[in-house]
């Protein structure tokens, strides 16, 4: 029965999608979704056959956030099982690129699970909101840290103190989306920003998103010099001299290093 909380496809050789499918909770986050997407995630990190990952939700909603009817009946419990902590832990470190493709609603923990991946791409009429605190609580799966890195503080406290929706416009306006698109063609945008990804150098690819991601935690110096390391290590790779003969010989590369 969990395989249905989570519909997997391949819709490109190096392409998995993975669509989030709990339609009559909007795609609430229950323990048992998250536990399945960290599963999916780590056999994604382990497939040489992948290279980034889509992840999207429905029409009617992305994710509204954390299941609601799951925290009244069993309280904080339901949020601190090894199975849930876990899951988000691998869902976070996920090595590989990973794009959320939204349409509709992108809130609470949903939205705090779109900004864990790398890019968000949005239909025209989705909406984003960290409503918790209409209700008593507040972001706990890292909405109070990744809001502010991605929009700023202003709209991080904006979003999180009124909990009103902002519509994507606005999102992308104030950098939490990173590619706007016509309602309904989220998932194909998505699909085919993840299908450029696969075609770069693999290494690379993880190389430079992880990089990316330690901006987030050291000092400028220490990031730069975190930089130049893993530059060093793609130099190395087999991967890196066929991409640089490629384009000397003015051919495709073809990149054999997973
Ligand atoms: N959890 C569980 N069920 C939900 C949720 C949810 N978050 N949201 C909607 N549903 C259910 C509804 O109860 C309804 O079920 P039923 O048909 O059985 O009554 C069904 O989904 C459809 O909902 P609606 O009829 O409301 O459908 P709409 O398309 O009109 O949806 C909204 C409108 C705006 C999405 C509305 O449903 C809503 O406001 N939902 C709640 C959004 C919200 O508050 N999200 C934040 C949740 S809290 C959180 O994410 C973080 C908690 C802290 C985590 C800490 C971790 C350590």
């Known amino acids: 029965m969990s395989e249905d909380l989570i519909l997997i496809e391949r819709p490109a050789e190096h392409v998995l999608l993975a669509r ?9 986050l ?8 960290a599963e999916i995630l780590r056999d994604a990190s382990a497939d040489t056959s992948v290279r980034a990952v889509v992840l999207a939700g429905s029409d009617k909603a992305f994710s509204v956030g ?3 009817k799951e925290m009244v009946s069993g309280g904080l419990a339901a949020l601190t099982t ?3 902590v876990d899951g988000w832990y691998a869902i976070e470190t996920f090595d590989k690129p990973i794009i959320s493709a939204i349409e509709a609603y992108s809130l609470g923990g949903g939205n705090e699970l779109a900004m864990t991946t790398d890019m968000i791409v949005a239909g025209e009429n989705a909406m984003f909101g ?7 609580v507040i972001p706990g799966d890292g909405g109070t840290q990744r809001l502010i890195r991605a929009v700023g503080k202003p709209m991080a406290m904006r979003m999180i103190l009124t909990g009103e929706f902002i519509d994507a416009a606005t999102a992308f306006t104030c950098g939490l989306v990173a590619d706007l698109v016509p309602a309904g063609q989220a998932e194909a945008r998505a699909i085919e ?3 450029a990804i696969s075609a770069n150098a693999p290494i690379s690819v993880r190389l430079a998103k992880d ?3 330690k901006a987030e935690e ?3 110096t220490a990031g730069l010099a975190y930089e130049r390391k893993a530059m060093f290590v793609a130099f190395a790779t087999a991967d890196r001299a066929e991409g640089m003969q490629a384009f000397v010989e003015k051919r495709p590369p073809v990149y054999r290093e997973e």
């Open 82 to 84: 090894p199975s849930r």
């Open 193 to 195: 920003h993840a299908v």
């Open 211 to 213: 990089a990316v991601l």
């Open 20 to 28: 989030l499918n709990r339609p009559a909770a909007r795609n609430a």
């Open 30 to 37: 229950s323990g048992a979704l998250i536990a399945r997407l």
């Open 218 to 220: 050291v000092p400028l």
């Open 66 to 68: 954390a299941d609601i």
């Open 130 to 136: 960290q409503p918790e605190v209409k209700i008593g």
